[in-house]
């Protein structure tokens, strides 16, 4: 005697087709049906496995869904493993108790076929979700791009986009929390930042990863405080007790979504999100930048500068122009700085318009070295005809400090035209952060050792520290022109403080040169003080290669 009639039984197969194929399937009345069909058969328990392919089935990796369950199971009734095209393995399990029921070969062959749609089921909700995992998502489970441009999709399909906000963000200083807290707390500490602004979005928006500590999204405008506030700092947990935390900050580039918005490409909203982003990144100001149309003006100008540039260096039109440095005392030439020009169609383009753009990328070691090489090139044909050259130097990018390579490179220049090294004299700025300052500690080292002459430029802008000058073996210091007091009142704190550095440097052997001197007023000042070297107006602007020669003929001022 079956369970139930064969009506009953059709009744449930048609149930079970139709609820299966609907799209999207209603879970709760899926499992509804699924515990009334168990009932109904008196079976004890009913078991779904799902496994990607058989070598995870072997491993037991897989999902196991079980909906119904008496805790009276005795007996495996019916098992079935099948194995799908692509390779997925699905097993049902229907368990009953014979003490209870003893099913004939009808109950059997019903529930088998039962059993098998409800694989035919799993096997395509899961497949599509693990898809939905492997094409949404990125390997370590953060949403991707084809996440972001899917929601772009369809909110801008029903008009929603107008009024949500982009944005683009870089994680402060993840280096040094991954060095500080170890690689894998580090990956906890993001993973929890993304969950804490998903929470925080909600599905009013999208957050996605672009690959390590950088990612983007959209959220609705009337959540921009909350979401806000996340950027400007975070403290995340990284350990169960919750104790050991750190505070995460990001560099976010906002663009807010005008209202009515239609999307034409996602590339308009990433360039913008980007551009922003990028000035929030500079270490000099806010860390959330709203897109301004003048970003885009300045990343024409950006693009236009590093496209023009390996064309420039081959036709070399970057030329050097040599400002003398002068003895106070005797007033004779004892020095030069090379200055570096663009020449372009006859117009002359001075450094500040192009070596902060060429900073952006890696153009401006080869500039620097290019200078480096011609300078030489213009020593050579000095002592070939027999003029007395004058030792020149030459500013190096902080860019630079990273190269391992740095001296020995510029070793090869100077070697290549048999320079005496002591002629060539290698400028660099100041440093704020300490990998930098042992990075600056090495190179100036490396450089002594070679009898190279080393320069601290601008000394006195920015962060100066006595450190750098105590602790780094530079043969010169370069003072900034804003350091230089502006009045010989030898009261005012300004002058205690100059007469002082320059003492204090002297007496550790430095070579002190002040830059930017333009007047009479401003010379008697740095005698007063004993300095002993000037570069400035006042004797001369930044001259081209044939004009500097003539002054090495005399080489003494009035
Ligand atoms: P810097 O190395 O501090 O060079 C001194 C700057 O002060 C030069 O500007 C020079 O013309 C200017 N100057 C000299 N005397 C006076 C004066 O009496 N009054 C005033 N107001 N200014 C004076 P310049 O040539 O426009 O160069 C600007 C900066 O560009 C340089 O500052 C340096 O940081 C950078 N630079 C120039 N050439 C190169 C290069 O080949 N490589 C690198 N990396 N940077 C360079
Ligand atoms: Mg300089
Ligand atoms: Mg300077």
């Known amino acids: 005697m079956s369970c139930i009639s064969r009506e009953k039984y059709t009744s449930y197969l048609e149930r079970l087709v139709r609820i299966t194929h609907n799209q999207p399937v209603d879970r709760d009345a899926y499992v509804t049906l699924i515990k009334s069909i168990c009932t109904d058969y008196k079976l004890t328990k009913g078991m779904t496995e799902f496994y990607i392919t058989p070598m995870m089935e072997q491993r037991g990796d897989g999902e196991v869904y079980c ?322 050259p004058v030792r020149v130097s030459v500013n190096f990018s902080r860019k630079h400090l990273i190269d391992i390579d740095l001296t020995d490179h510029i070793l090869s220049i100077i070697n290549k035209y048999n320079i005496p090294h002591d002629l060539i004299e290698i400028e660099l700025t100041e440093t704020t952060s300490d990998v930098m300052f042992s990075d600056l500690r090495r190179i100036v080292s490396g450089l002594q050792r070679e009898n190279v002459k080393t320069a601290v430029d601008d000394f006195g802008v920015g962060y100066s520290s006595l450190n750098l000058i105590r602790d780094i073996p530079w043969d010169v210091l370069k003072i900034d022109k804003s350091f230089v007091p502006q009045t010989e009142d030898d009261g005012n704190v300004s002058n205690v403080m100059f007469r002082h550095l320059i003492s204090l440097a002297q007496d550790m052997g430095l070579e002190c040169v002040v830059e930017g001197v333009e007047t009479d007023e401003q010379l008697s000042i740095l005698k007063k003080n004993n300095c002993q070297i000037a570069q400035g107006f006042l004797f001369d602007h930044p001259l081209p290669v044939e004009e500097f020669e003539d002054r090495l003929i005399n080489k003494t001022y009035k």
Not at 191 to 203: A, E, N, P, V, W
Request: charged share 30%.
């Open 67 to 388: 909906d119904f369950d008496t805790g009276n199971s005795k007996k495996v009734l019916i098992r079935l493993r099948i194995v799908s095209t692509s390779k997925a393995v699905l097993i049902g399990t229907l368990y009953s108790n014979p003490e209870e029921y003893v099913h004939d070969d009808t109950d059997v062959d019903q529930l088998d076929s039962l059993l098998r749609i409800i694989l035919g089921y799993v096997s395509r909700v899961r497949l599509i979700k693990k898809l939905e995992e492997f094409g949404f998502s990125d390997l370590d489970g953060y949403r991707n791009f084809r996440a972001f441009a899917r929601f772009m999709d369809i909110n801008n399909a029903e008009n929603r986009l107008g009024g949500k906000v982009a944005f683009y963000l870089d994680l402060h200083n993840f280096t040094i929390v991954n060095q500080e807290i170890g690689r894998e707390n580090g990956d906890i500490v993001i993973r929890k930042y993304y969950d804490l602004l998903c929470d925080t979005i909600g599905d009013t928006g999208i957050i996605i990863r672009l690959g390590g500590d950088k990612f983007i999204g959209v959220f609705d405008k009337t959540l921009q405080d909350d979401v806000f506030r996340i950027f400007s700092g975070a403290y995340i947990a990284y350990d169960v007790t919750g104790k050991q935390r750190v505070n995460v900050s990001v560099a976010a580039g906002i663009y807010a979504l005008p209202i009515p918005y239609m999307m034409k490409s996602y590339g308009d909203i990433m360039d913008k999100i980007m551009l922003a982003g990028n000035v929030a990144k500079r270490h000099d100001g806010e860390s959330i930048v709203v897109y301004d149309d003048k970003m885009k003006v300045e990343s024409d100008h950006i693009k236009q500068i590093q496209t023009a540039f390996p064309g420039a260096v081959k036709r070399e039109e970057f030329i050097i122009h040599y400002q003398p440095k002068v003895d106070i005392e005797t007033k004779k030439i004892v020095g030069a700085e090379a200055l570096c020009r663009w020449q372009i169609d006859g117009k002359i383009i001075p450094p500040d318009d192009f070596i902060p753009i060429l900073e952006l990328n890696t153009f401006v070691s080869e500039l620097d070295f290019y200078v480096l090489d011609h300078v030489c090139r213009d020593m050579v044909r000095w002592l070939n005809e027999g003029r007395q």
